[in-house]
């Protein structure tokens, strides 16, 4: 394989000796790196949104991997892909993954690892011939971000069933596509979509390993940790309507801006969360101005928000307090307010049964357990609903994720799978 600055820098202080029984490094390695080359951009970002050509692309890539790897492949009618390896006796499977798609110019730890994660167990299992006394599955969802449609969670909304025809009615994407015309691209359709697959087939459990995305385990100086609990998403949609005009021959009395309306309900969102908890957030990640004229007065402002809690109490009355004060501006500035709500997930406590076990796992390889919640969704989240989840984070450096700078060491990586795989075999065994 072609040696990039990627891999060379994955490569560089790799400590060998992490690369044991059946776990390699060097092949979690090459095969960061093959993904970082799909949708990459020159900054070392990648694009790979929901439903696109790119994220199809590092899906058949993997699916290519586990093949090799002798797993059995199915395919929902959401793309999410799963790779069976059959036990010595029939059970419900331990399952393990993430994602492969990405934000826009995102980075190339978030979702992957946790995927190739999961396979590694497998070829670990190989090189030992290892035969796990239950089946195990290796899973990819797809469109965790959301990016695609601003919406999120669609693959694992649609594996539970937690997703309706209603809502798909409502995902269109910024170049016009409904979602009818992009899933049938892709190769499904909507009532393919709606069924709930996980229905279909038998799973004990879910594990899920990814980034931390904060910065608790570099100040533990811990390779991994385990996640306490997952923070539910809510995005909502909010539209400032005013009047448009020249920007030179109309008075600054009277005009219905809906720039400045949007700047001063920016400016109270960050007021607002203190107000409900300790660990409520509301950020605004995008935001469109129409038609974005550098000499017109704008006709629409168009503003996303992410709304987030650990509890969904205090997460939704955030969220009233936003469409409030969002409705108050726009009543005393004169001009017309519209709000949807894209998503609304449940936020997700981790069964301490689970954390127990994680933290047996990461005592077996000197790591103190370090107790993590999650402010950032994740494809657990959805599951957890229907079976047992558990999370382990991998140590994020300085905290920066969907950026380029995003990175994990591959010492920390290598020894979150040796945590993973420990993790899963006792579950297994036990």
């Known amino acids: 394989m072609e040696s990039t600055i990627f891999l060379k820098n994955l490569l560089d202080g790799y400590d060998v000796s992490l690369s044991h029984s059946g776990v390699n490094g060097e092949r979690l390695a090459a095969r960061l790196d093959a993904l970082s080359k799909i949708g990459a951009a020159e900054n070392g970002g990648v694009t790979r949104l929901g439903y696109s050509k790119e994220e199809k692309q590092a ?6 991997w586990m093949k090799e790897a002798g797993l059995s492949i199915t395919i929902d009618g959401a793309g999410n892909v799963f790779g069976r390896l059959e036990g010595k006796q029939e059970a419900p499977a331990v399952m393990s993954g993430s994602h492969l798609d990405s934000v826009p110019n995102g980075g190339n730890f978030d979702g992957p ?10 070829e670990a299992w190989n090189d ?20 695609r449609f601003k919406a999120g969670l669609t693959g694992s909304r649609s594996f539970v069933g937690k997703i309706t025809s209603a809502e798909l009615d409502q995902l269109i994407d910024k170049g016009g596509q409904t979602f009818d015309e992009i899933i049938k691209d892709y190769g499904s359709n909507r009532q393919a979509f709606l069924d709930p697959h996980y229905r279909t087939r038998a799973i004990q459990m879910f594990v899920e390993v ?24 809510s995005w909502l949609e909010v539209s400032f309507k005013g009047k448009a005009g020249h920007a030179g021959n109309t008075p600054m009395e009277g005009r219905k801006d809906p720039v400045i309306a949007a700047g001063m309900f920016v400016q109270e969102i960050e007021t607002l969360p203190r107000q409900v908890s300790q660990t409520a957030v ?9 038609p974005n004229g550098v000499n017109v007065i704008a006709q ?11 509890t969904e109490e205090s997460r939704d009355s955030l969220l009233d307090r936003i469409c409030q004060k969002a409705e108050e501006i726009a009543a005393n500035r004169g001009i017309e307010v519209t709000w949807n709500i894209n998503t609304r997930i449940k936020p997700l406590p981790i069964a301490p049964e689970m954390q127990e076990k994680l933290a047996t796992a990461m005592k077996k390889f000197d790591i103190n357990p370090t107790y993590i919640p999650s402010g950032a969704g994740h494809d657990s989240m959805i599951l957890g609903e229907e079976f047992p989840v558990a999370m382990i984070f991998t140590r994020s450096k300085d905290g920066i994720s969907h950026t380029p700078e995003e990175w994990s060491s591959l010492n920390d990586c290598v020894q979150t799978v040796h945590v993973l795989k420990a993790f899963i075999e006792d579950m297994m065994e036990g």
């Open 128 to 147: 030992t011939r290892y035969i796990p006394p239950i089946p195990y599955e290796v899973a990819i969802f797809t469109d965790e971000e959301g990016s």
């Open 59 to 64: 899906k058949e890539l993997v699916i290519g």
């Open 210 to 233: 990814h980034i931390e995305q904060g910065l608790i385990l570099e100040k533990q100086d811990e390779p991994a940790g385990i996640v306490s609990g997952i923070a539910g998403p």
């Open 282 to 290: 509301a950020t605004v990640g995008k935001l469109d101005v129409i």
């Open 300 to 310: 629409e402002v168009n503003i996303m928000v992410d709304i987030r809690d650990i």
């Open 113 to 122: 690892l946790g995927v190739l994660a999961a396979l590694e167990i497998v």
